[in-house]
């Protein structure tokens, strides 16, 4: 008999352990865009040759799809917008002012890489939302899972560009139009 109460952790737990061991290489990944060279003052009298790039705590939400989904659904990304078992999902954590960055990508059938990825400005990503309409153009839907949840997809080439939405990618992830 299947116990519910254990069935949410048991997914979230199966869920994060393959999640997490892309870590390493999104902190590799996201790491060259999070530290600056220091201004020379800064280098001569106080010992700093890299700064981070912004002085606050920064929160980064990281997302990895599994093998197979970039090819079919290009430029898009998905959060979580409904959990089977209830609780707060991805989307409204972000939507309610959570999360400052977000790594998105997409794993390689091969080893740890992950390609295409796109570092996302979740403040911009906050604005096109508040700002959305057929007049601007964002493209995005929703999606019921066979196992009860749901995400919203959304297509990256319709966010508006100001303010700009995706901080880096990677040379795959160039995204046309």
Avoid at 144 to 165: C, E, H, K, M, R
């Amino acid at each position: 008999m299947l116990n519910l109460s254990q069935a949410p952790q048991n997914t979230y737990c199966a869920d994060r352990a393959w999640s997490d061991q892309y870590i390493p290489e999104i902190r590799r990944l996201v790491g060259p865009h999070l530290l600056k060279p220091a201004p020379e003052d800064l280098d001569t009298k106080q010992a700093t040759d890299l700064m981070l790039l912004d002085a606050r705590d920064m929160r980064l939400a990281a997302r990895v799809r599994r093998p197979g989904y970039a090819e079919r659904y290009p430029n898009e990304i998905t959060i979580r917008s409904r959990a089977t078992f209830g609780g707060e999902t991805e989307l409204a954590k972000i939507v309610n002012g959570k999360g400052d960055w977000m790594f998105y990508g997409h794993a390689s059938a091969r080893g740890m890489a992950i390609d295409p990825w796109w570092l996302i400005d979740l403040r911009a990503f906050r604005a096109a939302l508040i700002r959305r309409s057929d007049v601007h153009g964002l493209r995005y839907g929703a999606q019921q899972n066979p196992d009860g949840t749901q995400f919203v997809w959304f297509d990256l080439t319709s966010f508006p560009a100001y303010p700009p939405l995706v901080v880096a990618q990677s040379a795959s992830a160039v995204m046309a139009a």
